[in-house]
């Protein structure tokens, strides 16, 4: 397995209200900062995919918390593969 570790910063919508509200006083959130890690399984010009765990590596690997990232969203992304190996 050769896959990236990476830390992505990015901005994440915020959830909407659940009821009508007046205009005049309707409350709203700004986008919220978000930080992900995983392996890297796609880079595209367009997004990022990522998964959060990495099973049976070698052979019949399998994947779990897969998240796609619109580029658009991103702040920032990091090889932390990198960053480990400098450290060692």
């Not at 896959?3 to 005049?24: A, Q, R």
Request: glycine share 4%.
């Amino acid at each position: 397995m050769d896959k990236n570790i990476v830390l992505i910063e990015w901005l994440d919508s915020c959830v909407p209200t659940n009821s009508w509200e007046w205009l005049e006083g309707a409350e709203h959130s700004k986008p919220v900062k978000c930080f992900s890690v995983g392996f890297l399984l796609e880079d595209e010009k367009d997004y990022k995919v990522i998964a959060s765990s990495i099973g049976d590596p070698k052979e019949n690997q399998q994947v779990i918390g897969v998240m796609t990232i619109p580029s658009c969203s991103i702040i920032r992304s990091r090889n932390l593969k990198t960053i480990i190996s400098k450290m060692e």
